[in-house]
């Protein structure tokens, strides 16, 4: 019973808790694992949309894209020239 009570007595005296940066630390770590796995699946999964043209690369979205800005530009008109 001696030894079981100095083995206690030992683990209060020397253990120490975490610190609080190395606890913030593996937060921080999680996080960026979590936004580098997200960017990678995103960019996977939005690689069909990628377009490239004279403007560089951008993204067409069907789903996000605007109706609106389609009916912003003037109707084409005919030009009738008369002799």
């Not at 996080?31 to 949309?49: P, R």
Request: proline residues 4%; glycine residues 2%; aromatic residues 8%.
């Amino acid at each position: 019973m001696k030894v079981v009570k100095d083995l206690a007595v030992h683990k209060k005296k020397y253990y120490k808790t975490r610190s609080a940066a190395k606890i913030v630390l593996h937060v921080f770590l999680a996080l960026l694992i979590i936004v580098v796995i997200s960017a990678v699946v995103l960019f996977f999964s939005l690689k069909k949309y990628i377009v490239t043209d004279e403007e560089g690369l951008h993204l067409e979205i069907p789903f996000l894209a605007d109706s609106a800005a389609d009916d912003t530009k003037p109707p084409e008109q005919a030009i009738l020239i008369e002799e």
